[in-house]
């Protein structure tokens, strides 16, 4: 579970998640009884529907939204890159490869691209007719946190192994790597 900001002192406790072709956020008022459960067909909707539930479970609460945003990664000092760390490059795991280009300007270009199997789950396309993929910008909101309209990305240390780095874009953490399976 995590905890998400709703208004200036309330939070609640959620889970985002998607499968082939499906999109899910639980959201859970801390402190009161009021809980949304937001599901939809079409994974497309997955960079959406945490901020739908939060909205939801604001309306029937009659919390306001925050005042002054959060900082991005605030409690979680230990895990903050570096201002000088280098983060481009390819993050992995299991059924997606993220390769990360930070611009001159400062956005970075984010090429994301399925497992074979991934791919002919999600989007009905076989690995070798799968159209290349198209990179994203993202704009930096704040030190290795990256967003557009529909995607965020953090990027963070584990402070176990704190040369480590992983890519958190909300629904997991992707470590960087430099093994590849495709």
Known sequence: M????????????GHD????????????CE???????????????SAHIGRLADDILRA???IDAPVTAAEPLAGYEDWIVPEDADISGRYDRLNAALTIAPQPEGSILLTERHSPQDA??????????????????????ACHSYASADRELHFLRHPDAPARLYVHDGMRATPK???FWQ
């Open 2 to 13: 995590a905890r998400y900001r709703l208004g200036e002192n309330s939070f609640s406790l």
């Open 17 to 28: 998640g998607t499968t082939a072709g499906q999109a899910c956020a639980v959201r859970l």
């Open 31 to 45: 402190g009161r009884c009021e809980t949304v459960i937001v599901a939809a067909n079409g994974a497309w909707t």
């Open 60 to 62: 029937v609460t009659g």
């Open 120 to 141: 002919l789950n999600w989007f009905g396309e076989n690995a070798g007719s799968a159209v290349a993929p198209m990179p994203v910008r993202l704009e930096r909101i």
């Open 177 to 179: 790597s430099t093994r």
